[in-house]
């Protein structure tokens, strides 16, 4: 009969899962269908089991369809099953059952804690059982590592591997505190991956600053040195020292855990002050040079610009008295002249008369050189 054939279709199920086996058959003529395993033992014929399996139990039975199912699937049980029609001939279908081995949690080795800094770690992370194998990937706080190596091993007498990576650093500072993760991601996990963590506890010297409260020391005035030191394991308390002595003056200089406090500063308290801070991994120090400044002196400092200001205001002054001056000058230039042509006029005349004449002349003509003036 066309059309006359089984249809299967290939399997792909997690270890430990249900595999569900379909044989269809479109058009068939009340002929039997039967599933065999990779060992071509009959696992069922129509309806009638042929293997003693308790995983193995029917689904459906019909003259166009024969289904099964396998729980608890092994990785044994992975190979190709064949679904046949007993026509004449014989027609068979075959379906391939892929069954994924299941990676095992990864374990980080090789972590000691603390390390110090500068030492050089190596982590490897761990997980068996994959099939296909597992990837594995490195991250530090959620950052992909990349150039990591990479080992993959087939389990003795399984189908599985055995896959290892290792995390090849030296210690930082920076790193302290870090969380370390190993990834590992299958097919077999549905896109959840298995993740194992490790936090670093790194140790290292004690990293020292200090901290000024007053940017222009005076003398009279006070001031605060801060010793900011920062190390692990925790630095003890701090050392203060000046000119690689004691602190002289003790009732002023008074050192409070990291902080050194000075009062009533004066040009004696000039000089280099070492703050000093040391854990079991080491020490390490820094200075600050101090330098106590004569009020007086930032006042002279200011005073050019006093002088200058000063220079400029007489200089002002001078040019407009000098004004003043050369206009009073101008001013009593042209009226010496006018008093001059007046009396002109009385000297000039030949007679008592003329000269009366004259002045009563030069008295308008003054007339209009007031208004001329004017």
């Excluded at 009638?48 to 689904?59: F, G, T």
């Excluded at 001939?89 to 500068?118: C, D, H, R």
């Excluded at 790194?202 to 005035?221: C, D, R």
């Excluded at 050019?304 to 200089?315: F, K, Y």
């Amino acid at each position: 009969i066309q059309g006359q054939f089984p249809l299967t279709q290939n399997v792909t199920v997690v270890e430990g899962g249900t595999a569900n086996l379909t044989c269809r058959v479109d058009q068939n003529d009340n002929t039997s269908l039967q599933w065999s395993n990779p060992a071509q033992q009959t696992l069922y014929f129509d309806d009638k089991k042929a293997l003693r399996d308790n995983r193995i139990e029917l689904v459906r039975a019909s003259w166009h369809e024969l289904s099964i199912s396998v729980s608890d699937v092994s990785l044994s049980d992975e190979g190709q099953y064949t679904c046949s029609l007993f026509t004449m001939p014989v027609k068979t279908s075959k379906a391939f059952l892929t069954v994924l081995g299941v990676p095992e949690k990864p374990q980080i080795t090789g972590f000691t804690s603390p390390v110090m800094e500068g030492e050089r770690m190596q982590l490897t992370c761990k997980t068996s059982g994959s099939k296909p194998a597992a990837d594995i990937r490195w991250f530090k706080n959620d950052k992909e590592v990349k150039d990591v190596k990479y080992i993959k091993e087939e389990d003795a007498a399984r189908k599985t591997f055995t896959v290892s990576s290792t995390l090849d650093f030296l210690a930082d500072r920076s790193d302290d505190g870090a969380v370390v993760s190993c990834r590992v991601d299958h097919e077999s996990l549905n896109s959840t991956p298995q993740i194992a963590m490790q936090v670093l506890e790194i140790h290292y010297t004690p990293l020292v600053k200090i901290i000024s409260s007053n940017s222009w020391p005076e003398e009279g005035q006070s001031i605060i040195l801060t010793c900011e030191s920062k190390g692990k394991p925790v630095p003890e308390p701090v050392l203060w020292t000046k000119d690689g002595g004691e602190l002289p003056d003790p009732e002023r200089m008074v050192v409070n855990g990291r902080v050194l406090s000075i009062s009533f500063l004066n040009k004696t308290d000039n000089g280099t002050y070492r703050c000093e801070a040391k854990n079991p991994i080491g020490r390490n120090s820094t200075e600050y040079v101090l330098i106590v400044h004569d009020p007086n002196a930032l006042a002279g400092q200011t005073g050019p610009d006093h002088a200058l200001i000063g220079g400029i205001v007489a200089v002002v002054v001078f040019v407009t008295l000098c004004s003043i001056i050369l206009l009073g000058r101008y001013l009593a230039r042209h009226k010496g002249t006018y008093l001059t042509n007046e009396a002109k006029g009385a000297e000039d005349a030949p007679d008592a008369d003329t000269a009366i004449i004259n002045a009563e002349g030069s008295q308008v003509n003054a007339e209009e050189k007031k208004e001329y003036f004017i």
